[in-house]
Every structure is written in structure tokens, then in C-alpha cells.
């Protein structure tokens, strides 16, 4: 039976952190992964120029039944302390918008360089080993196919659902119950969500149709581009509502920052012999314009179209509210939202405060950030604040 100090079970970007940290600080650490290679995520992430982190993190990017608890760790190990990571390996980046750090190479740099502190930290990986059991008669006992292992923490770094083409498991979340950690609703997040009836006859036609709009719900609101596609809607503005959707309408402004029905009524005034469909494309995507304004009134002058349509349209423009039938699942879904209830968890160390040496890391947590590189970032600051202790 080999010993360590640290087991590590997952090889993705929060496990890879963990590892360093806790290498660094002369810990003997197992890094174990089922998959033949560490970091698939990684791989595939902004497009596959890996959107590592975003110079802006902060708590209140990020979406958790306990918002204050990530506070610590970003506060501890942030975005300029992974960049500073990234300048001693002299990986190019650049800023894609605002905060939002990209290779100016492909996303494999990232995982080079993870590897790399993982080897100079005198990290031992073992990739292809599935792990079958976990217990904890005093230390900590790893049953994998290669045979049993010991150490005195473990840390549960596995991720959660999405993705499962990758890989992805609810190992985490299974480990975290029989240990008696509480989770939260799970769900996919980051993900696009899908439309029926009425709302779904008028998107599907749309598909491919891209434009700037402000996605709404509640206090909650997402100012980004929004796509229509065959089942529904998707585009960065979507795909960050996602995570606070649960059930009912969604607003989308599709106007945003103008008032679609004073345009509408100035334009009937100036223009009145102008078609609406004519003035709306002016404003909108042509075949949404269309689709918002089918004959005869779409084909009507402006003039002959009495103010009350022009101003049931504006407030349609200014406020469509689509009531999302699901999201598109787990497989198109970038994270997951929710995880292990991080009251059961220290927010300085990640360690589950009833089973000391088992702790929790990433996205198996219920930590989940906004799009642009937060995920990375908390995956990166919890990481290192359990392998600073574990």
C-alpha cells in the first residue's frame, strides 16, 4: 500500500493548482486522474485558446447560494497571482474584452505550464486509475484499479457534470454525500436554453440571426449578444442568464439602451411612407425585423399603422419575455451550477469542517462564475487555497 501525504483525485484545472501548491510545500502529493491525460477542459476552452482568467474577479461575478465564500480564496491566490504563472512561462496572452486573459497560442500552453510546476514540485501523476472506493478508518484509504493508497487529505477535485463527452462524472458529488457534505440543486449552467410553442415557431426560423440585447431576470441582468438557433436561444448574454434560470419567463431587451417606441414613432413621423418592416430593419437583423412584422402590417406603411401597434411593438422590442421550456442539457452545458453546500466547507481552506483531511475544490462546489474566465479563476484561487493546506 503506497503513502502519501495529499491524494488529488482529478487532473483538471483546479487539481492541477492544488498539486502545485501543495508540492511546493514539500507535501508528497498523488495527482490521480481516470482519463489517460490531465486537463481536457482546458483544452477546448475559448475556442481553444483557453480563457484562463479574467483580471476582474470578484465575488460578485459568481453565483452561490453563500456569495461571500469565495471571497477568501480570490482574495488569497487572484487573477494577477495566476498571471504572474503565465509571464514566467512567457506565455503570449491578450485581452479579448474586458478583463478576459486569452493565449495568443493554443490552450495547450496552459496545460504545459501546469504540468510543468506540477514536475518541479515533485508532483507523482497517475493518469488511467479509477478510484472505487474511498474510506477513513484513521488516514484515508484510495481504492483504485491499480491497487490501494493512503494519505492523510484527499481532496475531491473532479469537477462536475458538464461535458460528459469529456469525461465528466458526479464522482465528486457521490464522495461529498458519503461523507455526509449537503449539495445544493444541480443543475447545467453557462448553457443555452431551449423554446417551445409560439416563442419556439419564432426562433427557429431565425437560426444563425445574432444581435446585441440585455437578457433580464429579476435583479439579475446580462448585457452581450444573444443568437437564435434552432431550438431555442444561445450567445454569451443566454448563456450567463442560464445559471439564474430556474423556471418561468425570461426579459430580453432587444433595444437595448434605446426606447423602440419613441424610434418607431419618430420614424412615423418622418418617414411615414416607409414600410415597417423597412424601419425595423434599419434597427434590427433583417429576417428578425421580418419575422417581428410579417404582412399585411409588416408591408403597410407607417402612416396607415395606427400608434397603438407601433407601441404594442416597441414594448415587445423593449420587452420580450420568452418562457424558456429547459436548457439544452449537461452536453452543451460549460459548467455545472451548484455542488457541495459550501457551509459544509471552510472558506479558507476548502476543507469539509466534519471530516477533517477530506476537502473540495472547483466546480464540484457550489461556486459557479460568470463567462469569461471566472470559472478558471475560482477553479485556480480554490485550488490553491486547499493545496496550502491539505
Known amino acids: 500500500m503506497t503513502n502519501h501525504d495529499v491524494i488529488i483525485i482529478g487532473a483538471g484545472a483546479a487539481g492541477l493548482m492544488c498539486a502545485i501548491a501543495a508540492g511546493r510545500r514539500g507535501r508528497r502529493v498523488l495527482l490521480l486522474d481516470h482519463a489517460a491525460e490531465p ?32 471571497r477568501s480564496a480570490l482574495d488569497r491566490f487572484g487573477p494577477e497571482d495566476f498571471l504572474a504563472m503565465v509571464r514566467a512561462h512567457a506565455i503570449a496572452y491578450h485581452e479579448k474584452a474586458a478583463g478576459q486573459l486569452f493565449c495568443d497560442g493554443p490552450a495547450r500552453a496552459i496545460l504545459a505550464m501546469l504540468r510543468a510546476e506540477c514536475a518541479t514540485a515533485g508532483v507523482q501523476c497517475a493518469f488511467g486509475h479509477q478510484v472505487s472506493d474511498i474510506a477513513r478508518p484513521d488516514r484515508f484509504i484510495v481504492s483504485t484499479s491499480h491497487g490501494p493508497l493512503t494519505a492523510e487529505s484527499v481532496v475531491l477535485a473532479t469537477g462536475g457534470l458538464s461535458i460528459p463527452k469529456l469525461g465528466a462524472t458526479g464522482f465528486a458529488h457521490d464522495w461529498a454525500r458519503r461523507f455526509g457534505l449537503r449539495l445544493t440543486d444541480i443543475a447545467p449552467a453557462l448553457v443555452p436554453l431551449t423554446l417551445a410553442g409560439a416563442d419556439l415557431e419564432l426562433a427557429r426560423p431565425l437560426a444563425g440571426v445574432s444581435l446585441p440585447c440585455t437578457a433580464s431576470l429579476g ?106 421550456a429547459g436548457t439544452e442539457g449537461f452536453a452543451k452545458a460549460e459548467v455545472t451550477r451548484g455542488g457541495v453546500d459550501t457551509r459544509d466547507l471552510s472558506s479558507r481552506s476548502m476543507m469539509a469542517r466534519d471530516v477533517p483531511g477530506l476537502f473540495v475544490i472547483g466546480e464540484a462546489m457550489d461556486v459557479t462564475g460568470w463567462l469569461g474566465g471566472h470559472n478558471f479563476q475560482w477553479a485556480w484561487s480554490s485550488g490553491w487555497a486547499a493545496g496550502m493546506h491539505a
Open 219 to 324: 435583479r439579475t441582468s446580462f448585457a452581450d449578444a444573444m443568437l437564435f438557433t434552432h431550438r431555442g436561444l444561445s450567445g454569451p448574454a443566454i448563456l450567463q442568464l442560464s445559471t439564474a434560470w430556474r423556471a418561468g419567463p425570461i426579459t430580453l431587451d432587444l433595444l437595448p439602451g434605446q426606447d423602440a417606441t419613441a424610434l418607431l414613432l419618430a420614424r412615423k413621423r418622418a418617414r411615414p411612407r416607409a414600410q415597417l418592416a423597412t424601419s425595423l430593419a434599419e434597427l434590427l437583423p433583417a429576417r428578425l425585423a421580418q419575422a417581428l412584422a410579417p404582412p399585411p402590417n409588416g408591408t403597410a406603411r407607417l402612416a396607415d399603422l395606427p400608434d397603438r401597434s407601433l407601441r404594442a411593438l416597441g414594448a415587445r422590442l423593449n420587452r420580450w419575455t420568452p418562457t424558456p
Open 39 to 70: 486537463g481536457a477542459k482546458i483544452l477546448i476552452s475559448g475556442g481553444g485558446r483557453c480563457n484562463f482568467t479574467n483580471l476582474g474577479s470578484r465575488p460578485a461575478n459568481f453565483f452561490s447560494d453563500n456569495p461571500a465564500f469565495c
